[in-house]
């Protein structure tokens, strides 16, 4: 299937084939032959001065081409050239196909290294985060995630078994809803909420079930009393009063200063040597040790 642009493109590539590649006798004389034949004609009329203006208003003539007899002749070529006509559009679909690959390979290449050093100024952990793991482990990954996002849900189970693995690794969770804000935006406020009157070991056993079941911001409550959380009425009139909205916001606004574009988007560093390791999206558990090996190894 051809997209606007690729038309677009096609239709100045295939004009420049025809025009290169066809004979266009059907609109007009070759020049260099006119202009022989004028000059073969004043020979045999030396004694006769010709019209200074003649020849110009004629080559003008025949040069100018209307838009119906450049269209009658395409139509022409096509019928005559079907096959011919055909592998042309397709070979500068191609060409166009690849030029579109390498601009966009270059334009990732050169957000990549922005970003890249965008994430050296990730944030060190503060007393507003909430960390699962040893707070003074060599290896942090700060992971920018949202609530409703099936990606981010998946990778929670894999930081999981990260953690697990490696006891020198701690994970420390930011909110970021981005493409799931309306509907996540709440479940993440309420988690500061949960946080600020229960705890760290009670927000993170709300932010487990939340990627595990990405239930909806009407079930808040159910959910407080469903997962044995301690305060629901503080909680819930923290959470009703949107104490920590501007936290959120904050938090989703520094993913992006960071060169985060996409959720889930987590920085693995190396607390020792203050290297860093950017991981985009939802990857194995291969691609967080492969990362954290690599850091190991650089001094």
Known sequence: MYNIKALGILGCAVTATFLSGCSLDDLKYDRETKMEITETEEVATATQEPEATTVSEEMTEITEISDEAFEKAFDKYLKENPIQFGKQVDAAYRIYQEDAQKEQAKAQEKQAEKRNELIKNVRDITETDHVEGNKDAQFVLFEYSDYHCPYCKRFNVTTKEFLAKNNDVALVFRAYPAVHKTTAQPLHEAAECIAKESGNEAFWRFTDNAFKT????????????????????????????????????????????LGIQGTPGSILKNMKTGEVIFINGAQSLETLESARKELLEVK
């Open 214 to 257: 990405q239930f909806k911001a009407i079930d808040i409550k159910a959910k407080l009393s469903e997962l044995k959380i301690a305060n629901p009425e503080k909680i819930m009139k923290c959470y009703e009063n949107r104490d920590f909205k501007t936290l959120v916001d904050k938090s989703a606004e520094e993913a992006v200063s």
